[in-house]
């Protein structure tokens, strides 16, 4: 079997307004838009760091109601992110927390309904 065959993977959310959505993901959790489709644009890219780029998508169907998924984001420092997001206002239920099965973590909830986790190892 072949190594590495893989590189990278991103996450494409369905979101009512991408270019909202962006700039929430950019002001609020200090991700930047490496990519805009359409005009007015419908999918935008946004990343952090080395390897977390998420992708939003607009809805042809704006009548049905958007199903949350969740995002885990494996970062480096936990309470760092955590204490950024506060500094900016991000609406966190709660601070980190280490978790039994090996993790410390926390939620942010986007404009969508989507859930992000942030965590690490611990």
Do not use: W
């Amino acid at each position: 079997m072949t190594e590495n065959l893989f590189s990278h993977c991103a996450p494409v959310l369905s979101v009512d307004n991408a270019v909202d959505t962006a700039r929430f993901y950019k002001e609020k959790l200090g991700f930047e838009i490496a990519f805009t489709y359409g005009d007015p644009p419908y999918y935008v890219v946004v990343k952090r760091g080395q390897g977390v780029s998420i992708h939003f998508s607009e809805r042809e169907d704006c009548t049905a109601k958007i199903q949350p998924c969740c995002v885990y984001i494996f970062v480096t420092n936990v309470d760092a992110v955590y204490d950024e997001y506060l500094s900016k206002g991000v609406d966190v239920a709660a601070p980190p927390e280490n978790q039994e099965y090996g993790m410390r973590e926390f939620d942010v909830v986007d404009p969508n309904g989507h859930f992000l986790t942030f965590g690490q190892d611990v």
